[in-house]
Structures are given as C-alpha cells and as structure tokens.
C-alpha cells in the first residue's frame, strides 16, 4: 500500500456509548396486571440502557454508500476507528479491504408482548375453614432466574440477538433484557381478597416480548479507488429469526378463587 494512503483498523476492545434508544415511557401500553418491581426488587438487575452508536463522518459516509444497510453496533464501531487520509497523490490507487462476514442488519416484522411468560410465584391462603374474609398481598417466595434467547440457530448469534434487542427496545420502549432476576422477598403491597369458604391464588409471571424478523448477512470489504471510498457487500443472505426477550423488572399478576386446592 502507498504510503499516500493510510488506512489503520483498531480492534473492538470495548463499546463507550452513552445514547439510548430508550423511549421516555413505554410504546407498549402495560396491562393494568403488570407491575414494575425495579424499586422493590431484592435482587438489583444490571441496568439495560440500549446503547445507539453515533457514526463518525467517515463511517457515515462509508455506510451511506453500500448496498445494504448496516446496523452492527460491531461493525459500526470498527468503521468509526478507520482512518483514511486523503491525498492528491492518491491518483490512480486502488486497494479492497475485506473486513469479514458479518451480521448487517435485522429488519423487525413483529415485537408482541405475552405478559404471562413465565410464571414466577404463587401466593394462596385457604379461607374454606375460616371466620372472616382476609387478604392476601404478593411475596416472591424464593429467587427466580428468567431467561430469553434466539428460537432457532443463525450464524454470529451475539451479535443477532444485540440488534433484535436494540429493534425490540426501540418498537415497545420496555426495558428488555435477555436475563432478568426477581429476589427473594420481593413485595408489592396490592391487596387482593380471599372471602370465607374460598382459597384464593395469586400467581405471578414475568412478562416478555417476542421479537421476529429477519437478519442479513454479508462479506464488507472497503474499496478504496484514488481519494473516492466506498463499501461494497457480497454474498449478501437473508434468514428469518425470532427470539423471546424478558421485560426486565416486572411482573404480571393473575387472582384466582377457588372452592378447591388447584
């Protein structure tokens, strides 16, 4: 390569990005069975601010000028450490970087909500002997885990399931995340009433989205033809995804009465 041209690729050590994609408040309208618990949570859940990275001029241009658009929060980020310098003596040079297969983009066709995703908890009393109505409020029993992923096997999966969280956030503004914990002790002071010669159920489940679409893969290289850059992607393929993402702390309640133990 002439010294003319100067084109230098820092590895991805780490992500600084400090914008969200986050909505203010939430898209997806919540049920009014659906609680948030992030201030009651015993256990404290990394928070899960999406970051959006910013192109530099460079990488914008670069993007601007392929074929298929590029998502990669990855990818992006090695465009945004890329030098090229300009140089009149740049003249008649030509040069093809080939940056790699990667995962371009993911287009969203569906982001629905189950709010029963997984159930977490039960609280019961049974009134069937008793003397006088009382109530029952939620208590987490005992720590539950509960996590997301892909529905099917596609190439560079981290890097799939990073841009459906990214789509899946930006749709439902709902803090997503692809694990979330609930702890132990975990209260909410709602309080829900077991009448007499009744038992009365309260089962908690932990909401989730599920995000479908189709993700696009490709070889990028860089061509570079005198001071003119551009990127150019071939052996461009398409696969359909889907994925289930957990709403990070909240819950969905469900009350029942019944005459006999369930």
């Known amino acids: 390569m ?3 041209v100067l084109f230098s690729i820092i590895a991805v050590l780490s992500l600084g990005f400090t914008s969200s994609f986050y909505a203010v408040e939430a898209k997806q309208k919540l049920p009014v069975s659906v609680l948030d618990i992030s201030k009651d949570n015993t256990y404290p859940n990394p928070s899960h601010n999406i970051p959006y990275l910013q192109p530099s001029e460079l ?30 003596l740049a003249f008649g040079y030509r040069a093809k970087i080939y940056l790699g297969q990667w995962a371009l983009n993911y287009e969203s066709s569906e982001t629905v ?14 009134n069937r002997g008793g003397a006088a109505p009382v109530q029952i409020t939620y208590k987490q029993e005992e720590q539950k885990s509960v996590s997301g992923g ?13 841009m459906m969280l990214l789509k899946a956030a930006e749709k439902s503004g709902l803090p997503l995340a692809f694990e979330t914990v609930i702890g132990a002790g975990t209260k909410k002071d709602q309080i829900y009433n077991v009448p007499l010669k009744k038992m009365g159920y309260l089962f908690a489940y932990a909401p989730a989205v599920n995000e479908k679409g189709k993700v696009t893969y490709g070889e990028v290289y860089i061509v570079l033809k005198g001071n003119k850059k551009s990127i150019v992607v071939q052996n461009v393929t398409s696969q359909g995804i889907g994925a289930w993402i957990p709403v990070q702390d909240h819950i969905s309640f469900g009350y029942s009465l019944t005459d006999q133990p369930r």
């Open 59 to 88: 990488a914008k241009n670069l993007m601007e000028s392929s074929s298929v658009e590029i998502q990669n929060p990855d990818l992006i980020k090695i465009l945004n450490e890329t030098t090229i310098s300009d140089s009149p």
């Open 150 to 162: 892909l529905t099917g096997e596609v190439p560079m999966k981290d890097d799939v399931k990073n």
């Open 113 to 126: 909500p189950n709010w029963e995703y997984q159930k977490v908890n039960t609280n019961y009393f049974d």
């Open 2 to 4: 002439k010294k003319s």
